[in-house]
């Protein structure tokens, strides 16, 4: 029987998830630049300035990033877990925020703000779920 019931639980959650989520906009085309006049044959050519190489910080700060992606992967690995794990696992959110469900009569759809990341909730009868996370 519980089998059922979190088989269904799931289903609903992958069924709310789709629902509620949100379109892509469209990317807008950007015209391409008509090419420059030519220079005249007396004007000296303009020097262009060496470019420096851009670093990325995440290459420099990798250890965060690693424990951040590390931390997500926990966090999808307690999918359809109660959110007292979590909160086990990772601690309270830094804010929480509770709407009334699209799919589930009676229910309600958190969004659990974590500092790099966010975990979607679904609450049914004082039970709240976790059911994904970005």
């Known amino acids: 029987m519980k089998k059922i019931i979190a088989l269904a639980l799931a289903l609903i959650l992958c069924l709310a998830l789709a629902a509620c989520g949100q379109a892509e906009p469209e990317p807008q085309e950007t015209p391409t630049p008509e090419p ?35 931390t997500v992967e926990l966090v ?8 007292q794990e979590l909160y086990d696992a990772v601690g309270q959110p ?10 589930v009569s009676g229910g309600e759809d958190g969004i659990l703000t974590y500092d790099g990341f966010t975990v979607h909730t679904l609450r049914v009868d004082g039970e709240e779920t976790v059911y994904d996370v970005e």
């Not at 303009?46 to 951040?68: I, R």
């Not at 999808?76 to 959110?83: C, E, H």
């Not at 830094?94 to 799919?103: G, I, M, N, R, T």
């Open 76 to 83: 999808r690995s307690l999918i359809g877990q109660p959110v």
């Open 36 to 70: 420059a006049e030519a220079v005249s044959a007396t004007a000296p050519p303009a020097e262009e300035p060496a470019e420096e190489p851009v670093e990325d910080p995440a290459e420099e700060s990798g250890g965060e990033s690693d424990a951040l992606a590390a």
């Open 94 to 103: 830094l804010s929480s925020d509770y709407a009334s469900s699209c799919l």
